[in-house]
C-alpha cells in the first residue's frame, strides 16, 4: 500500500464553525506532513511530525492545530479561520533514514479542499 | 534567506525534450528534489539529487551541480501527458521542503 488518504475531499466551513481534517497512511513511515496550497503557488509546509512528536511549526496561526494520535494517523483541527484560510490542505509522509535527519521522497495524498465563507 | 527560481511556463511539442532549469540560494542544503502535479491532483515524487550529477528514471531525469547552486530536470519524448506543473525543491534538515514556484509545461501535439 503506497497511498496517503484524506477526507474529506471537499469541506466548506463558517468563521465559527469547528472541523478536523483526516490523513491516513500504512506504509511505515515515521514523518508526516501538512502542507498549504493556493491555486498557482507551490506547497507551503505548515507542521512536520516526526515519530509522532510535532518537530516543526511554521509559525502557522494557532486556529490551525495538529495532532498526531499514532504512527499512521494525522488531523489537522481547525477554528476559527478566516476566508484566506481556503486552499487546498495537503497531507504528506516519508521515511526518515537513520543515518541523519534527511528524508527525501515525500508521498502526497489527494488533498482537502477547503473553503471558508 | 532561501529562494528557488524556475521559469514559470515551458511549452513544448509531443515528442521532444524538454529542460526545466532551477537554481537556488538556501542555508542547510541536502538535496534537491523534483515533484509534479496535474491540475487538481496531488504532488508525485519524481527524482531526487543529493549529489553532483545525472540521475536518469525512464524518460525523466535530473542534474545537480552544488556548486553553482543549479540544477535542472530533462523530459525526454515528451507526452501529452506530460503537461503539468514542475516542481524543484530543496530538502533541508528535519524534512523540510523548500519548494519553487512552479513551471508549468504544456505539452502541443
Known amino acids: 500500500d503506497t497511498e496517503v488518504t484524506q477526507t474529506p475531499k471537499h469541506l466548506v466551513m463558517g468563521m465559527t464553525n469547528k472541523k478536523s481534517l483526516k490523513c491516513e497512511q500504512h506504509m511505515g513511515h515515521r514523518a508526516m506532513y501538512w502542507y498549504k496550497q493556493k491555486a498557482k503557488k507551490p506547497p507551503e509546509l505548515m507542521f512536520v511530525?516526526?515519530?509522532?512528536?510535532?518537530?516543526i511549526n511554521e509559525s502557522v496561526p494557532s486556529r490551525f492545530s495538529p495532532e498526531c494520535p499514532n504512527s499512521s494517523l494525522l488531523n489537522l483541527h481547525l477554528h476559527a479561520l478566516q476566508p484566506e484560510d481556503s486552499a487546498l490542505y495537503l497531507c504528506a509522509s516519508s521515511q526518515i533514514l537513520r543515518t541523519s535527519a534527511l528524508v527525501y521522497e515525500q508521498f502526497f495524498g489527494p488533498g482537502t479542499r477547503l473553503t471558508v465563507l | 534567506g532561501q529562494s528557488l527560481e524556475q521559469p514559470s511556463e515551458v511549452t513544448a511539442v509531443e515528442g521532444a525534450i524538454v529542460q526545466i532549469n532551477c537554481t537556488y540560494q538556501t542555508s542547510g542544503f541536502y538535496g534537491l528534489s523534483w515533484y509534479q502535479q496535474h491540475d487538481g491532483g496531488a504532488p508525485t515524487f519524481l527524482s531526487y539529487n543529493a549529489l553532483d550529477g545525472l540521475e536518469e528514471t525512464g524518460r525523466f531525469s535530473s542534474f545537480l551541480s552544488r556548486s553553482d547552486s543549479y540544477g535542472y530536470l530533462l523530459l525526454q519524448e515528451l507526452q501529452m501527458k506530460d503537461s503539468a506543473s514542475y516542481f524543484c525543491a530543496v530538502s533541508r534538515q528535519g524534512g523540510k521542503l523548500i519548494f519553487g514556484q512552479g513551471t508549468e509545461l504544456s505539452v502541443k501535439p
Open positions: 511530525y516526526s515519530y509522532e512528536k510535532l518537530s
